[in-house]
T-cell receptor, first 114, second 111 residues
Framework: NAGVTQTPKFQVLKTGQSMTLQCAQD?????MYWYRQDPGMGLRLIYY???????DKGEVPNGYNVSRLNKREFSLRLESAAPSQTSVYFC?????????????FGSGTRLTVV | GENVEQHPSTLSVQEGDSAVIKCTYS??????FPWYKQELGKRPQLIID?????GEKKDQRIAVTLNKTAKHFSLHITETQPEDSAVYFC??????????FGTGTSLTVIP
């Protein structure tokens, strides 16, 4: 049972380049999330998907787009990367709609934008 | 929106001593409070959680207390061990889909 799988683990982009971070979960969870983690700022929600076919903005959505491709997969896209998007990105899923049982996080993607 | 503050940002304790990390929240509607442990270079992992209808919850050496009136909750680790060294995050939620995290506490247990 893999849990939540994120790819890639590391990425370096030049300013203005685009890329998509992939996330897949095999736990049949309805809800999926994208967070970014920056030093001294904790984890901040970028976008979430409460169920297949729905997506909603979180706390810091600017500069990102998401796609809930199916129940298993939730991708995060940076259309024109900026140095301010240098961060560690975590995908997560939860087993019930209200997330009350806590998240299962992926292993993270360390993104550097130069 | 919700605002979660976490203190201290760093904490060093001797092995065997207790460690306490405190969080406050601003939204009285928040009703779910999980704690996560993140080891260096690893993903955050849920270690304990508490709902607003409960004042205290224990799991072996870890306990969480909640004071709804004062809007604060705390993580208590007793008999600390070197493997407890990590960054700990608190969070608060009332919608379930919007978790607001504290800024983290880096705990070092000195052997």
């Amino acid at each position: 049972n893999a849990g939540v799988t994120q790819t890639p683990k590391f990425q370096v982009l030049k300013t203005g380049q685009s890329m998509t971070l992939q996330c897949a979960q095999d736990m049949n969870h309805n809800s999926m999330y994208w967070y970014r983690q920056d030093p001294g700022m904790g984890l901040r929600l970028i976008y979430y998907s409460a169920s297949e076919g729905t997506t909603d903005k979180g706390e810091v959505p600017n500069g990102y787009n998401v796609s809930r491709l199916n129940k298993r997969e939730f991708s995060l896209r940076l259309e024109s990367a900026a140095p301010s998007q240098t961060s560690v990105y975590f995908c997560a899923s939860s087993e019930v709609w209200d997330g009350a049982y806590g998240y299962t996080f992926g292993s993270g993607t360390r993104l550097t934008v130069v | 929106g919700e605002n979660v503050e976490q203190h201290p940002s760093t904490l060093s304790v001797q092995e065997g001593d207790s460690a306490v990390i405190k969080c406050t929240y601003s939204d009285s509607a928040s009703n779910y409070f999980p704690w996560y442990k993140q080891e260096l270079g690893k993903r955050p992992q849920l270690i304990i959680d508490i709902r607003s209808n409960v004042g205290e919850k224990k799991d072996q050496r870890i306990a969480v207390t909640l004071n709804k009136t004062a809007k604060h909750f705390s993580l208590h680790i007793t008999e600390t061990q070197p493997e407890d060294s990590a960054v700990y995050f608190c969070a608060a939620s009332h919608t379930g889909n919007q978790f607001y995290f504290g800024t983290g506490t880096s705990l070092t247990v000195i052997p």
